[in-house]
């Protein structure tokens, strides 16, 4: 029996492939730790057979968008002054190869099959958490929190945090029906309740802000679109005056308070203090990619001490873009600061140009959800992670021609719990 290409590499056909391929990879994402090679051989193993499948469809010209891999060039370019090349060399050959399989996903891939395959790779790690999970003391917050079958609570709020979106788009702004609903409520409902128990206020602050957006964003596009980039600019304004009357009021405070935290951040603003003091000592280019956290090195290991981090590794500066100047320094940070950008402003462009562009409105939300962990999490720069994943699948789709990611969708209207015009 022969099966068509495009079972595996066209975006309007390749939904149960997809499903699978992105399930896994999700899985994957959250305990390859803890499984090893074994797991991340299995991520491979889902993407790049795509290229000899269809190497023209897989890959594309991606030379042209230089914007998407400058920073991966810098970071493999980094073993050349890093402090630890060895650590560097294997780290950014992961990355390199990461955000390939980010792309391949990105021009084989609907956002269709990218949502139901996200619902149902949550849905396998929660119950994995739950399931062989364990509650973690810690002596910063000086409480015991749920971590699942993670090292720390907010890698668990992060895909309960990703469900819950994912759950959002499929319901009201995909509108599918029957099967795909229900495992919409599934997961729903196991998301939420990991959100709970994992108390992650970086989780709670950025899911609920990103669905707040996204609703005040559906409500705008509404309107004719000559107004619309009025309204924006307006609801932006209306935004920053709102949340400086709420600083000056002592807003912060009593938003910290209600997550148990203090004007620290536990710990945090110590750390960020910390990595700026690390960021002098190499400020162009920085200390390479990946060689700061090393074993043996002794500001690394001041920090994991004075943190309780006993493992001695799997720790970062709680802010991407310190984490960026420590290791890849000035050039570093504005080339990631592009990519997320470029992203951010690329999808939310198209969408005020086409309100019916539900590719454009859904990587928005993703894009805006990492921008708002950017502050305090780490979350795009290591391969096999989740963030770091849809950050460039979010950027392939602009690096695509239109026509090659939805071509399933074009004869329905994108209605994000709207009325058409």
């Known amino acids: 029996m022969k099966i068509a290409k495009a079972y595996f590499v066209s975006p309007d056909r390749s939904t149960g492939y997809g499903v699978v391929a992105i399930s896994i990879s999700f899985f994957v994402f959250a305990y390859s730790t803890r499984f090893g090679q074994v797991s991340i051989l299995a991520f491979y193993a889902v993407w790049f057979p795509l290229i000899l499948v269809d190497y023209r469809q897989s890959l594309g010209n991606y030379l042209k968008f230089h914007w998407i891999i400058g920073f991966a060039v810098l970071a493999c370019l980094s073993v050349f002054w890093s402090a630890a090349p060895g650590a560097t ?17 990105a021009r084989t891939m609907s956002v269709r099959t990218l949502t139901i395959g996200a619902l149902g790779g949550v849905s396998l790690v929660v119950l994995y958490s739950l399931a062989f999970g364990q509650y973690s003391y810690d002596p910063l917050d000086n409480e015991y929190t749920f971590v699942g079958a993670f090292a720390s609570k907010n890698q668990l709020g992060f895909y309960a945090s990703l469900g819950i979106y994912f759950a959002f788009i499929l319901v009201f702004v995909l509108r599918e029906r029957g099967v795909w609903r229900i495992l919409a409520g599934i997961c729903t409902m196991l998301s939420g309740y990991a959100l709970l128990v994992s108390h992650s206020a970086t989780s709670i602050i950025s899911i609920a802000g990103t669905l707040g957006v996204m609703t005040g964003l559906g409500v705008i596009l509404l309107f004719a679109p000559h107004a619309r980039k009025g309204l924006l600019l307006f609801g932006i304004v ?18 910290l308070g209600a997550f148990g935290k203090n004007t620290t951040l536990t710990g945090r603003t110590y750390l960020w203090q910390q990595g700026l003091l690390a960021w002098h000592q190499a ?34 500066f709680h802010n991407t873009y310190i984490e960026t100047l420590v290791e890849l320094g000035v050039v570093g940070l504005v080339l990631i600061s592009t990519i997320i950008l470029r992203v951010l402003l690329g999808h939310l462009t198209k969408l005020l140009d086409d309100r019916n562009d539900r590719t454009s409105y859904i990587m928005f939300g993703i894009s805006m959800l990492l921008v708002v962990r950017s502050f305090f999490e780490v979350d795009v720069l290591n391969a096999y992670q989740v963030g770091s994943f849809l950050l460039y699948y979010a950027a392939g789709l602009l690096a695509t021609p239109q026509r090659a990611n939805l071509p399933a969708y074009r004869a329905m209207r994108f209605r994000p719990g709207m009325r058409q015009a």
């Open 89 to 105: 060399a294997r780290a950014c050959l992961q990355y390199a190869s990461h955000i390939v399989c980010a792309l391949i996903a």
């Open 238 to 255: 209306v935004g920053f005056g709102v949340a400086l009357i709420g600083l000056n009021a002592g807003g912060l405070n009593l938003l």
């Open 283 to 316: 400020p162009l280019l920085g200390v390479g990619y990946y060689a700061y956290w090393v074993q043996g090195f002794a500001d690394a290991e001041r920090l994991w001490q004075e943190f309780y981090i006993t493992a001695r590794t799997g720790f970062h």
